[in-house]
């Protein structure tokens, strides 16, 4: 049973901004309320002021410019899936969303909210740190920026502090000749991914060298991470069938899966090894034809 609390639901950011300022200690932010609601129903999550900023219109967007794609914490996931800014060089995004989950906790679950949430085995968090991802904060003392891979610093714990919302993910513009692919491992279609890899590569030229290239790991450690011992064996070198294996093989050195009710960590091992390679090797085909 939910305890009581009161609601926010102020119209502007800087109106959400000043009430988690003066309430911050006991006032918890909701999204699309996904994971917020479930933890409250369990009583693990007792807040006294709830601060409702789905209705916030400067949080929900998607905006494509020449820096590059800028997408509104608040965005559902639906509408990321289904915005016509991701079908070209960020359709890797759409079909991560496509994975997410149902279609009812896409409609209403957010971007942000999953960041913010900081569950390991996310979907959207190797997506977008193969696509060097970084994501803004607010709070009444002004904004900044990190790397999205800097964000997540464990399970469900992130770099917000008490008073900052969560207010943009930036991609920046996608250099050509680049090609990404995301991939999931679970038991159940619909939950979240026991593995998930993303891989992005960016070509030289027509001749197939790695001028680029990130791999991204979910549900393989406490956060999720990047595999760069893995990006190193693929930069600056002519990509190959071997080439990607061996980038798999070492991705499953650095990765530090658990082992929990959907897998093992030995197993969770294995699946590097090949979620790596295959993701690697739809990254390649997709770079060579953009
Ligand atoms: C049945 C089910 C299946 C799911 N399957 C998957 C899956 O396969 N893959 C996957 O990745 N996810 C999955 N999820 C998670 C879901 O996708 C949502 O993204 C997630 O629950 C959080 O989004 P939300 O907007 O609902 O956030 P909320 O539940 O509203 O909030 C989550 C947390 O983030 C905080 N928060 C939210 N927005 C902000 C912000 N802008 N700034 C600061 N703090 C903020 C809240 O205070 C809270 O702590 C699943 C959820 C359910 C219920």
């Known amino acids: 049973m939910i305890k009581d609390f009161e609601l926010f639901t102020p119209k502007t950011l800087d109106e959400a901004l000043a009430l988690l300022h003066k309430y911050r200690d ?38 494509s410019g020449k820096d590059g794609v800028r997408i509104g914490a608040a965005t559902t996931h639906r509408a990321i899936e289904k915005s016509p800014v991701m079908k070209k060089a960020l359709k890797v995004l759409a079909e991560m969303e496509r994975r997410l989950s149902y279609i009812e906790t896409r409609n209403w679950g957010t971007i942000g909210g999953n960041l913010c949430n900081a569950d390991p085995a996310g979907d959207p968090a190797p997506a977008l740190m193969a696509l060097k991802a970084s994501v803004k904060m607010a709070s009444v003392r002004g904004e900044r920026t990190m790397a999205l891979e800097d964000f997540s610093l464990g399970s469900h714990k992130t770099a917000l502090e008490p008073d900052e919302i969560l207010t943009e993910i930036q991609i920046p513009v ?7 692919a995301y991939d999931k491992f679970n038991i159940i279609e619909g939950t979240v991914a026991t593995a998930g890899v993303a891989v992005s590569i960016t070509l030289k030229s027509g001749d197939g060298v790695c001028d680029d290239v990130r791999i991204a ?18 930069r600056g070198k002519k990509i190959t069938d071997s080439l990607i294996k061996e980038a798999g093989q070492k991705a499953s050195t650095e990765a530090e899966p658990i082992s929990d009710i959907s897998a093992s960590d030995e197993y969770r091992r294995e699946l590097v090894k090949v979620m790596v390679a295959r993701t690697g090797s739809e990254a390649f085909a997709r770079a060579k034809k953009a």
């Open 26 to 63: 006991e006032c918890k932010v909701i999204a699309g309320g996904q994971t917020l609601v479930l933890l409250m129903r369990e009583g693990l999550i007792i807040p006294k002021y709830v601060l409702n900023i789905k209705r916030i219109p400067e949080l929900s967007y998607i905006t």
């Open 174 to 180: 996608v250099p050509p000749r680049t090609g990404a």
């Open 217 to 234: 790991l979910g549900g393989l450690a406490r956060t999720p991470m990047l595999a760069k011992k893995a990006e190193k064996v693929l």
